[in-house]
Structures are given as C-alpha cells and as structure tokens.
C-alpha cells in the first residue's frame, strides 16, 4: 500500500456514526465524504435516517478547517499521476 495513502487514512480515520447529530457533525465539521455503519450494530432504517442525515448536511468550515486543508493537501500529493 503506497505510504501516501495511508497518511490520508492515518489523518482522516473513518468514524461510524451511530445516529443522526453524530452523521450530520462528520460532514459540518469534518466535511466526511465516507461513513461506515456496521449490519450487526444499525438496524437498516436507522441507516437509511443517518445516511439522509449526513447527506442533508453541509461543511461549515470554522475551526475544523484547517485540518480537513491538511487532509486535502495529503491527497492532491497522494494521488496525483
């Protein structure tokens, strides 16, 4: 696995969000592009709820921001070709 790859990762880890404000904080805050739910943990209809909640919900920037830069920056390095 390219090192690149695993400095997004390791910045960035994936967050499981277990309802609907913790969905909608990892786009405003961490402006997320991925959530992980796990089958044995979310019943389906609470994870049709977060997921609407999370796609709903916008970046906000403020003090989050510099750090979703940061993560930014590591990917236009890591995956450029």
Do not use: C, Y
């Not at 309802?19 to 796990?38: C, F, H, Y």
């Not at 750090?67 to 930014?72: C, F, N, S, T």
């Amino acid at each position: 696995m390219n090192l690149k790859f695993l400095k997004i990762f390791d910045a960035a880890p994936p967050i499981e969000p277990v309802d609907m404000d913790s969905a909608e904080r990892l786009r405003k805050s961490n402006d997320a592009p991925v959530i992980t739910m796990g089958a044995r943990v979310i019943g389906s209809e609470l994870a049709i709820t977060i997921v609407n909640a999370w796609l709903d919900s916008e970046f906000l920037g403020g003090g989050s921001q510099p750090k979703v830069d940061q993560i930014v920056e590591l990917e236009s390095q890591s995956f450029t070709q």
